[in-house]
């Protein structure tokens, strides 16, 4: 699974490609089978997403240890390796797993 999510975000535009295609998917669902609006839709997975990327971007990361490699300026507990492309394809997964979990949980015809 990670060896294809890396390949995936192999680059910006197929990252932003892949995000918007599973998007797209559950703003669906949501409308189809939920009663949603696309603007509700929309505006529930947003905030969905931005919490969750919150709770992923410090998996995995690990400070830079070679003092050759440090920048000055840059802060000691900057990550060596970000790999953002890759947690950002993370968060959009479990987003929408959440997002679709919750939806029948509420209430939220009128949405």
């Known amino acids: ?32 089978q939920f009663r949603l609006t696309v603007f509700g839709a929309v505006a529930l997975y947003f905030v969905v997403w931005w919490t969750l990327l919150f709770v992923i971007l410090p998996i995995r990361n690990q400070a830079e240890t070679d003092p050759a490699l440090v920048v000055p300026g840059q802060d000691p507990g900057a990550p060596a390796t970000p790999r953002l492309r890759e947690k ?24």
């Open 88 to 111: 950002a394809l993370w968060t959009t997964l479990l987003a929408s797993v959440v997002f679709l979990g919750a939806i029948p949980l509420f209430e939220l015809a009128g949405l």
């Open 1 to 32: 699974m990670n060896a294809v999510l890396v390949s995936l975000a192999a680059s910006t535009l197929r990252t932003l490609a892949v995000m918007l295609a599973v998007i797209a998917l559950v703003v669906v669902v949501a409308v189809s």
